[in-house]
């Protein structure tokens, strides 16, 4: 981890990078995202949990449509930046698990197809960043920059009974990575640009955010 990271040990510990200029005011009376989903039928909780199991949300009418929206303007916007689209398999063998760290850090909470001993992925960073795995790339060729859409699956997705509800830690969902190869010397501006280029994505859906940053203790994994 950087140096300007600093330690913590829980939510509290977090310190503040970043704070958007359009955080709205709380007003009494608002509906929590759970309730709009409910109320406008974009999102049916109940009947992914009749289907597979809770942490399974269906996507409904315009929500299954704001979701394929979404998922276009990203990838858009981010090959607009320079990002080469790839679209990996949903599932990585145990030499990738270790290629990323997942694991043996991440054993247990990920899902297991015991028959072909592979891993559902928890993350499109996990195929792209094993791309090049065992590979030597002349340093001519770098930076190389992907950009990748996939479902995501995590079994142990959150702590019972906290921030659980809604879309919060679910067991399946959908995200558009980010993976940059490059040199060490370059890593700090490439992530500055990556974090810039993120960002500009939330300014352009008019999005609020918060950016949070500090060392887990003690795995030394940084928490943003």
């Known amino acids: ?9 829980s939510d509290a510990d977090n310190v503040i990078v970043k704070i958007s200029d359009n955080v709205p005011a709380h007003e009494e009376g608002q509906l929590p995202h759970w309730d709009l989903a409910k109320k ?9 949990v009749k289907i ?16 394929r929206a979404l998922i276009y303007f990203f990838l858009e916007e981010n090959t607009k930046a320079g990002y080469q689209e790839v679209q990996p ?23 297991y ?13 996990v195929p792209v960043t094993n791309m090049l795995r065992g590979d030597v790339v002349d340093a001519k060729d770098l930076p190389i ?6 479902a995501c699956f995590r079994a142990e997705a959150g702590s019972a009974g906290r ?10 969902f959908n995200k558009v990575e980010l993976v940059k190869f490059t040199m060490p010397e370059d890593s700090w501006n490439e992530l500055e640009d990556l ?12 999005l609020p955010y918060l950016s949070l940053i500090h060392i887990s203790e003690p795995t030394r994994r940084v928490v943003i």
């Open 1 to 9: 981890p950087h140096d300007s990271v600093p330690p913590g040990k």
């Open 163 to 172: 921030d659980t509800r809604g879309l919060i830690r679910q067991h399946q």
């Open 89 to 111: 398999p949903l599932v990585v063998n145990e030499d990738s698990g270790f290629g990323t760290g997942q694991l043996p850090d991440k054993d247990g909470q990920m899902y």
């Open 145 to 150: 920059h992907y950009c990748a859409y996939t």
């Open 195 to 206: 974090t810039h280029e993120a960002e500009k994505i939330l300014q352009l859906l008019k």
């Open 52 to 67: 597979t199991g809770a942490g399974f949300p269906v996507y409904k009418g315009m929500g299954a449509r704001l979701q």
């Open 40 to 48: 406008y039928q974009l999102i049916d909780f109940e009947v992914g």
């Open 113 to 125: 197809v015991n028959e072909d001993k592979l891993y559902l992925i928890p993350t499109a960073e």
